[in-house]
């Protein structure tokens, strides 16, 4: 079955580290999105991706970073920089960069601080 | 910039009972509009979305919502709910023109009372 996988399911960040979530789909979408989720506030933007090799900030992308080497994978590292990582991170794809397409997410990582 | 307002953060319901979730969009140019649905420690689903055409649009689980250009508005209904249909509900909005971004809701969590 196609879809997105997001690992791990939860992650615990010490004190000046940085950790890395994973987001892998299989497909075949050209765009992914990192969404953060907190208590009320519905998603927020963290980075998005058209095309391989490319990728842009959104909302609230300070403190975190993305790389796009491949079109199956769309990790993102929270650093250190990041003073309030606690949240629910979510991947997400879409088949084009056309916004009447619909986005596939992955079941997110739950981060917390040690 | 488009916005979405989600009017109720709760709603609870009795089981079999109908059931209305309010979402109003602000945006100065076409939108397309999308429902999601999200199930605990899970990414969210997409239940309906409306692009262009009737404004009435069914989507999945019985769930059905409508667009009102007037009211700027697209309610989302069940005419009788099940005690599985407890979960948090996004409404989303992405303008048809100039961008490549989906604003989603605060969020409005459903919960089925048996």
Redesign the interface.
């Known amino acids: 079955d196609g879809g997105i996988t997001q690992s791990p399911k939860y992650l615990f960040r010490k004190e000046g580290q940085n950790v890395t979530l994973s987001c892998e789909q299989n497909l075949n979408h050209d765009a992914m999105y990192w969404y953060r989720q907190d208590p009320g506030q519905g998603l927020r933007l963290i980075y998005y991706s058209q095309i391989v090799n490319d990728f842009q900030k959104g909302d609230i992308a300070e403190g975190y970073s993305v790389s796009r080497e491949k079109k199956e994978s769309f990790p993102l590292t929270v650093t250190s920089a990041q003073k309030n990582p606690t949240a629910f991170y979510l991947c997400a794809s879409s088949i084009a960069t056309g916004v009447n397409q619909p986005q596939h997410f992955g079941d997110g990582t739950r981060l917390s601080i040690l | 910039a488009q916005s979405v307002t989600q009017l109720d ?1 709760q709603v609870p319901v009795f089981e079999e009972a109908p059931v209305e979730l309010r979402c109003n969009y602000s945006s100065s140019v076409s939108v ?1 509009l ?1 429902w ?1 649905v999200q199930y605990p ?6 239940l309906l ?1 409306y ?1 262009s055409g009737s404004t009435l649009v069914k989507g999945i689980n019985g769930f059905e919502a409508e667009f009102n250009k007037s009211q700027t508005s697209f309610h989302l209904r069940k005419p009788s709910v099940h005690i599985s249909d407890t979960a948090e509900y ?1 409404c989303a909005v ?3 023109a100039g ?4 604003i ?4 409005t969590r459903l919960f089925v009372k048996a």
């Open positions: 953060s397309y999308f999601y420690n899970q990414g969210l689903q997409l979305k692009l996004f992405s303008e048809t961008g490549f971004k989906t989603f809701g605060a969020g």
